[in-house]
């Protein structure tokens, strides 16, 4: 059967480029009739008969995928097949989906050649004509072409398409993602008129050192007795197809400054538009250069997704993604792991991003058999391969932000890699292969590695890593190895909470020429919202047995495409402008083509957060990889600020000083923030305050009474601040586990080891509750069940006037890591240390002065900016779809937690904490699946900590480094509690 057999497809035409021309076209988008079957077997035999009656068929959308419209169910995998592994053949079970769709042709449609073409349709499907069967597709995400012109009808005509689910193609098609069937992306149906343009293949170079360009645009007609003209009006050109030829004075295309040129090709038939941009890529001394320059990349990974639609993305949404690419800082996309709608690279091409396209190909399955029967390594397989391969880079060749052909992604080794290879290079030698998953690289023109430690990166930059055991033993492949560029293609996992450790990634990246960049993974969550659901479904909410769970949960936006702190801390580290100082001020221009003259720098200072001076900047042009000093107003560094004493903020930013097409002017791009000289008063403190004595801790009414605060004798638990209700404070040290905790299958698994330790069952004993003169002090032992180690806390109040000061002695006992320690295995970090305490609901507000505006941990801080801050506490969560801690805000001087009116708590760090806030306890958040299971309680739970242990990448990564690690050890740390009243 052709669907389980090894041939790309029958009837199609050769594939060609994607071209906007002035032929005719139809669109045959819209609402098809559609049948679903369990197999092929029970699919109807007459489906493409005009006589067949369907009016009791259900409708679809098209492009769409049937699994989210009623029809079946969607199914989430990472690595495994959800079928059994036996190639080339498909399951027994193939659902089988049958499209009929009727369309009136035109009176004034030429009579003529026509083509039908489909851009994506998964996983492999026929189609005919009214009922002449034109051929045979499979490649999901590639385009597919059918000589139609001989079979149309004047008026009615009938097109029917049998999909189904599963194919042969589909051992090559295990991409980490939604298995998705359907007709997904647009239907057309194309006139060629005689003397047409049958495909256009545009080169162009540009010369760095003349500043001349070149052009050559070939294979435009397979017949050459018409005459076709190229025409470039911008550039006064009008030459006939062929060439080359040199145009001297033309602006080069980059991803920072995307110049393009419109051109037609003109034939007596039809008129093709074009936008060319003039680059050379090359690799240059061991490094990829783009017109003469090493670049850069700032990029991210990106499925095609949508929270309704699956893949069937549209062009506003295509848009809307980029146009957030291009607002964060990236400047690069690596198309995974199969081709993007061709409308994408358009608006690459007209944006500026940087492109690595990708084949649709990826065995990944077959690690479940040690790679036995891969087709990368089996020759039967190779046309399949190929196809896939000819079919993209036909169709991308004339995008100048295509500068990268990527064979595929994690196929292992195979020979077949090779064909694959040498069929590219001869086809267009002007742009560079990757392939990552061959540690050889003998096919591929990069040095790649996914989720590589920074020791380890660190070793690639000086070239010192040591040699994979396939170039070992090979010293020309492995001298070749070596000298290529790296690129880390996947890296900094973003799944839930994360990723951390970026700004370490960025800071080994730009020591070394060889390191040339990388792609996080990935741009977006891949959250389904089903019709009339609240909550994103992943894998696993279906009832199947086999899936990738919320593995595919692991964006920078989240899956209705807000953008999650994880974005604004990746936004904040790949800033291709730094500045430095203050005094003067050192400004750095990262980028690798455009001078800085396109933005407006300005300053603003701050007196205990808030404004009290702003000012412009005048900065000289600065070059590409150059750099300025600028001496701050002298003012700042000598003046007093007029607001008075206290602690004082220099921010200096760097917006957009005119549109763009992708940001409005002032759009920020890059700012920092530095301390200037005080007055020398404490931080918090606006004014001298007059020294008061402590008052005296006391026993009544069954009670103990300090200052503004009232205790249980027994637990030495604060019950009431001021009138108010309180529970606890008691100290802390677990949290939610986040998906960087979990690790992936057990690797990295921070939580395996605080788990064995007993940190998610902690016990509280009081050893004592002392009553002394100016004190209560708490002793406590926290330790949990079945288990010798504990932790003592000592809790020490005082008061002084309305201040009640509580500080935390902990002094952890027991093996808690280490040779010899009780713990298996070692436990060397705790999720948190610090205060839980809850409040009234009724104290909903919060005010802080401190890090934000968003979430920000130990090793994801980069973004956080020192200012006054306010907000509900349901603003302060973060909707991951996935509930897990969150919602941390860190370097707090001070908060305020009030009710509408202003009654409420003041706390104050000495000199600072991170504070959470929410509406549920650590252990709803833990058991919560989705974010519905989250129910608001009678009260709001502070977390007032030290420190949080740092997030990591563990999802899929290396974990969290050293020095972000909270290790179990001694410490000491103060808060101190306040009365707010209304007004």
């Not at 493409?48 to 969607?74: C, I, K, T």
């Not at 994408?344 to 690595?356: A, K, N, Q, R, S």
């Not at 077959?366 to 036995?372: E, L, S, V």
């Not at 020192?866 to 509900?872: D, H, K, V």
Request: hydrophobic fraction near 35%; aromatic fraction near 8%.
């Amino acid at each position: 059967m052709y669907f389980e057999d090894l041939v790309p497809g029958t009837g199609r035409r050769e594939p060609r480029a994607w071209l906007r021309s002035s032929a005719p076209v139809i669109s045959l988008n819209g609402r098809w009739r559609f049948k679903l079957s369990p197999g092929p077997a029970e699919a109807p035999a007459d489906v493409m008969s005009s006589d067949l009656v369907d009016d009791d068929w259900d409708e679809l959308a098209v492009p769409g995928h049937w699994v989210l419209q009623g029809h079946d169910r969607p199914r989430y995998t990472n690595t495994a097949f959800p079928f059994p592994i036996d190639p080339p053949r498909p399951p027994a079970a193939n659902p089988t989906g049958d499209h009929r769709r009727w369309f009136d042709l035109p009176a004034s449609w030429p009579g003529e050649r026509a083509v039908l073409r489909f851009e994506g349709v998964d996983s492999c499907f026929k189609v005919w004509l009214n009922g002449v069967e034109l051929g045979t597709s499979k490649g999901s995400r590639l385009p597919s072409e059918f000589e139609a012109g001989a079979h149309l009808r004047p008026g009615r005509n009938l097109l029917a398409v049998r999909v189904h689910q599963w194919s042969s193609g589909s051992y090559l098609e295990d991409q980490d993602m939604w298995w998705l069937p359907g007709i997904f992306r647009d239907v057309t149906l194309r006139s060629r008129p005689a003397g047409g343009v049958e495909d256009v293949f545009v080169h162009t170079g540009f010369d760095q050192v003349s500043g001349a360009g070149t052009l050559q645009v070939d294979g435009v007609t397979t017949d050459p007795a018409y005459a076709v003209r190229v025409l470039v009006p911008e550039l006064g050109l009008d030459l006939a197809a062929g060439g080359p030829v040199t145009i001297p004075g033309v602006e080069p295309w980059s991803a920072e400054v995307p110049k393009l040129y419109d051109a037609t090709v003109v034939a007596p038939g039809e008129t093709v538009e074009l936008r060319i941009g003039f680059r050379t890529v090359a690799l240059e001394d061991g490094r990829l250069t783009v017109n003469g320059r090493p670049i850069f990349f700032r990029g991210v990974n990106r499925h095609e997704h949508d929270q309704y639609r699956g893949r069937a993305v549209s062009e506003d949404t295509m848009r809307q993604d980029l146009v957030l690419m291009k607002q964060h800082n990236i400047n690069a996309v690596r198309t995974a792991h199969y081709p993007p709608h061709p409308a994408f690279l358009e608006l690459c091409d007209e944006l500026g991003l940087w492109v690595i396209d990708e084949c649709d190909l990826e065995t990944h399955g077959f690690i479940y058999t040690d790679w036995q029967g891969n087709p990368a390594d089996d020759p039967d397989w190779a046309p399949m391969m190929l196809d896939r391969m000819r079919r993209m880079v036909e169709r991308d060749k004339n995008h100048p932000s295509v500068i990268i052909w990527s064979l595929g992604n994690e196929s292992h080794r195979g020979r077949n890699f090779g064909e694959l290879a040498k069929w590219t290079r001869q086809r267009d030698p002007g742009r560079p292969l990757f392939y990552e998953r061959d540690r050889s690289y003998e096919f591929s023109d990069f040095y790649s590695l996914m989720y590589t430690p920074i020791d380890e990166l660190e070793r690639i930059g000086t070239r010192t890593e040591d040699a994979p055991a396939e170039t070992a033993a090979d010293p020309p492949l492995e001298a070749r190895r070596r000298a290529l560029p790296f690129v880390l293609c996947e890296y900094a996992h973003a799944m839930g909470n994360g990723p951390g450790g970026l700004a370490d990634y960025q800071r080994v990246f730009e020591r070394y020429p060889r390191l040339q960049g990388g792609f996080v993974w990935e741009w977006i969550d891949h959250g389904i919202l089903l019709p009339g659901a609240t909550d994103h479904v992943y894998g696993g909410d279906f009832g199947e047995k086999v899936h990738g769970g919320n593995f595919c949960i692991d964006g920078l936006l989240f899956p209705d495409r807000t953008p999650s702190p994880g974005l604004t801390e990746y936004k904040k580290v790949i800033e291709p402008v730094r500045i430095t100082g203050p005094d003067p001020l050192r400004i750095e221009n990262l980028q690798d083509f455009a001078t800085l003259d396109h933005l407006t720098f300005g300053w603003t200072e701050e007196l205990e957060g808030q404004q009290v001076a702003a000012g412009t900047l005048t900065v000289p042009s600065i070059p590409a990889g150059a750099s300025a000093t600028v001496p701050l107003p002298g003012t700042l560094v000598t003046g007093a600020p007029a607001g008075g004493a206290g602690e004082r903020l220099l921010t200096v930013s760097a917006v957009l000083a005119n549109d763009e097409p992708w940001a409005a002017a002032g759009h920020e791009i890059a700012w920092t923030q530095f301390a200037l000289p005080s007055n020398g008063l404490p931080r918090g403190s606006s004014a001298p305050t007059t020294q008061r004595p402590a008052r005296s801790a006391r026993r009544a009414d069954g009670r103990v009474v300090l200052g503004t605060g009232v205790f249980d004798p027994r637990s030495g638990l604060l019950v009431e601040l001021n009138g108010l209700p309180v529970d606890g404070p008691r100290l802390d040290l677990w949290r939610a586990p986040t998906d960087n905790d979990n690790g992936q299958g057990g690797n990295n698994a921070a939580v395996s080891a605080w788990r064995a330790a007993g940190l998610d069952r902690l016990g509280h004993r009081v050893e004592a509750v002392e009553v002394e003169e100016t004190e209560l002090v708490v002793r406590s032992r926290v330790a949990p069940d079945g288990l010798g180690l504990a932790v003592r806390a000592t809790y020490r109040w005082t008061a002084v006037g309305e201040r009640l000061t509580l500080t935390v002695d902990v002094q952890p006992e027991g093996g808690w890591d280490g040779p010899g320690g009780t713990i298996k295995p070692a436990c060397e970090s705790w999720p948190r240390l610090g205060l839980r305490m809850a409040l009234p609901r009724s104290l909903d507000r919060v005010r802080w002065f401190g890090g934000g505006p968003a979430e920000a941990y130990a090793d994801s801080r980069q973004a956080a900016r020192i200012g006054r801050y306010s907000a509900t506490v349901d603003e302060l969560q973060t909707p991951y779809v996935v509930p897990q801690e969150n919602g941390s805000r860190i370097d707090v001087r001070w908060a305020e937690v009030s009710d509408a009116e202003g009654n409420g708590v003041r706390v104050d760090g000495a000199p600072v904490f991170q504070l959470t806030a929410r509406r549920w306890t650590t252990e709803d958040l833990e058991r919560a699946r989705h974010r519905s299971d989250l129910t608001a309680r009678d009260r709001v739970y502070l977390n007032l900590d030290l420190a949080q242990n740092g997030l990591g990448s563990a999802s899929c990564g290396p974990g969290a480094l050293p020095q972000y690690v909270l290790a179990p050890r001694p410490r000491t740390f103060a808060v101190t509690f306040s009365p707010l009243s209304a007004g």
